[in-house]
């Protein structure tokens, strides 16, 4: 081989083949824009650039994560806040690989997703040639997570795609989408007339069966200690489920996704403790079970059951969901946004004596306490120090299982971000993240244990970058506490559950924000109020134990075989 001198000609440069503007990018970005999409979430690659290209003409705001999961995460925070799908632009192969936890979760949670990806040029599939980002079966591996992934073939084909997504978003289950558009589509020209780019309207929400709602209002007017379960598909009543509530007399008892369906200040609410044996009495206690919205997942159960002693009714949007977990006797097929009112109008008229739930409240709380005193206090503390309406962000962390998601009360639904089936590590930073860019009116406090925060916590930089207000507090218990108990309760001793821990405020500066480390409940208070008025990104590091009490913590039955499903 000739060695090269200065003398020797250097290779042609490689002119490269101008792309027109008014191409595939623009015609899909054009039509999510139209759907109120204005941010958007993901990191730049080799062969998004054209995703890319239009986002600041079209007013589209890029946040650029330090990791797809990440931006996963970020864009589900954010959709929960504005009610929209949240959508992430990933590169070829690896980017898109990378979301594929973040899908997995959107898909088991129910939350609406669009991942858009580009995939290789028309021709080029299977082609096993060494290529740039080259992966076997992109669409196959993001299939077997999401509702669907298409690989379209012309831009035409995107537009529809996107279109699909909200249909499917709107009217049924919302779950996550991938739409891949080949390299050579994306970078051409597109001839979407203007009328295929513009949002479909807004149609209204699918009732239930006129005969089963009726005959479901007559076992409700007829109940005596009538109690409603409410998951995540509740959400869509809106108000119109605190008035059904009302008229019922009827308790209120949450899933976790359907936290605050109404608000916890309610006399009615009992929070989101569907986990709670206390809770799980009441609902099979009750003459009427009315279940909105929710597939009683194993996972939120906890080991427990509820056995019905009454009649089950339940309204699901989806028929396959009527008896899961838990069989229906009246089923109601449709949107709860439907449904409810249509309960109400049937209801008219009717009159309960109202409901005692004293002793049930109070039992609720003294379990939940049990299982972590000292997580049940800095979850109060946190509550007094934050505002009324604020965001907490949530990890699959025992201070989120055993604090926050119940000592934390919400008045609004969303405000607790949270994956508790899928219960995956290092969502609650990303997901704030994404929940503070939708809402920056609203207070946002990330609060999770240390080895949560450290799946994810280059996304300090991020918060830092976008110039956040967000408050994270660092719950520490030196490792994987949760998976350290379920070690010793099956009598192994501690194997790859004590973890080293960096200097959790300096590293908060270092990223660009400030940190701080509180001592006792007095100092979280205090640095909590501090930080909500200081503003910036903000974190708070807590050592546990604060007591000084070493005494182990117990795991919970739901918890027991994971390997990763810790603080």
């Known amino acids: 081989m000739p060695i090269l001198d200065q003398h020797t000609p250097s290779p042609p440069a490689q002119v490269p083949v101008p792309i027109p503007a008014v191409n595939a990018g623009l015609a899909v970005m054009t039509v999510l824009r139209n759907y109120g999409i204005d941010a ?82 028309e021709g080029e599939e299977f082609a096993d040639n060494g290529s740039l980002h080259e992966t076997k079966n992109p669409t196959g591996a993001a299939g077997a997570i999401m509702q669907w992934s298409r690989r379209v073939r012309s831009a035409a084909e995107a537009v529809t795609a996107v279109h699909d997504a909200f249909e499917l978003f709107r009217y049924g289950r919302p779950r996550p989408v991938h739409i891949e558009v080949p390299l050579n589509i994306l970078e051409a020209e597109h001839d ?5 780019l513009a949002a479909r309207p807004l149609r209204g929400p ?4 006129v005969y089963a709602v009726e005959t479901a ?25 605190t008035e059904l509530a009302e008229l019922l007399q009827a308790p209120v008892v949450t899933t976790l996704n359907g936290k605050a369906a109404i608000s916890e200040a309610h006399p009615l609410s009992l929070g989101s403790n569907i986990r709670l044996a206390a809770a799980q009495d009441l609902c099979g206690a009750a003459d009427v079970l009315l279940v ?33 977990n838990l069989d229906a006797d009246i089923g109601l097929i449709g949107d709860a946004g439907a449904v409810v009112p249509q309960l109400l109008a049937s209801l008219r008229g009717h009159t309960a004596m109202p409901a005692d739930l004293g002793a049930v409240r109070v039992r609720i709380l003294d379990e939940a306490r049990a299982l972590d005193p000292d997580l049940a206090a800095i979850s109060e503390t946190i509550a007094e120090a934050v505002e009324p309406d604020a965001i907490i962000g949530g990890d699959s962390s025992q201070i989120t299982y055993f604090g926050t998601s119940t000592f934390i009360p919400q008045q609004r639904p969303h405000s607790l971000l949270y994956t508790p089936a899928y219960a ?46 967000l408050t994270i507090v660092c719950v520490d218990n030196g490792g994987y506490g949760e998976i350290r108990q379920n070690e010793r309760d099956r009598g192994i001793e501690d194997v790859g559950v004590n973890l080293h821990q960096p200097d959790w405020a300096a590293l908060a500066v270092a990223f660009g924000g400030s940190g701080e480390r509180a001592e006792n409940l007095a100092d979280l208070g205090a640095l909590l109020r501090t ?9 708070i590091h807590v050592r546990l134990p604060l007591t000084g009490d070493s005494a182990p913590r117990p795991g919970h039955p739901a918890r027991t075989l994971r390997q990763e499903d810790s603080q």
């Open 192 to 196: 979407c007339p203007v009328g295929l």
């Open 40 to 121: 958007v979430f993901g990191i730049p690659g080799t062969h998004n650039l054209e995703f890319y290209r239009h986002l600041n003409s079209l007013g589209i705001r890029p946040v650029t994560s330090r990791h797809e999961q990440g931006a996963g995460y970020a864009a589900d925070g954010w959709a929960q806040q504005t009610g929209l799908p949240g959508v992430v632009i990933t590169t070829s192969g690896p980017g898109l690989l990378n979301a594929l936890s973040a899908a997995g979760t959107a898909y088991c949670e129910s939350r609406p997703l669009i991942v858009l990806s580009p995939g290789v040029p």
């Open 217 to 241: 209002a007559q076992l409700l007017r007829a109940a005596r200690h009538p109690v409603i379960l409410a998951g995540g598909g509740s959400l869509r009543a809106g108000t119109t489920l």
């Open 206 to 209: 699918a009732p239930a069966e």
């Open 531 to 539: 930080a909500r008025s200081t503003g910036g990104v903000q974190l």
């Open 424 to 469: 995956t590590l290092g969502y609650g930073l990303p997901a704030s993240i994404g929940a503070k860019i939708a809402a920056p009116e609203r207070q946002v406090v990330c609060v999770a244990g240390d080895g949560a925060l450290m799946f994810a916590v280059q996304e300090l930089a991020t918060a830092a970058e976008q110039r956040l207000d």
């Open 292 to 324: 909105i919205g929710s597939k009683v997942g194993s996972a939120e159960m906890w080991g427990g059951s509820i056995t019905p002693t009454g009649t089950v009714i339940r309204v699901d949007i989806l028929e396959t969901q009527l008896g899961k």
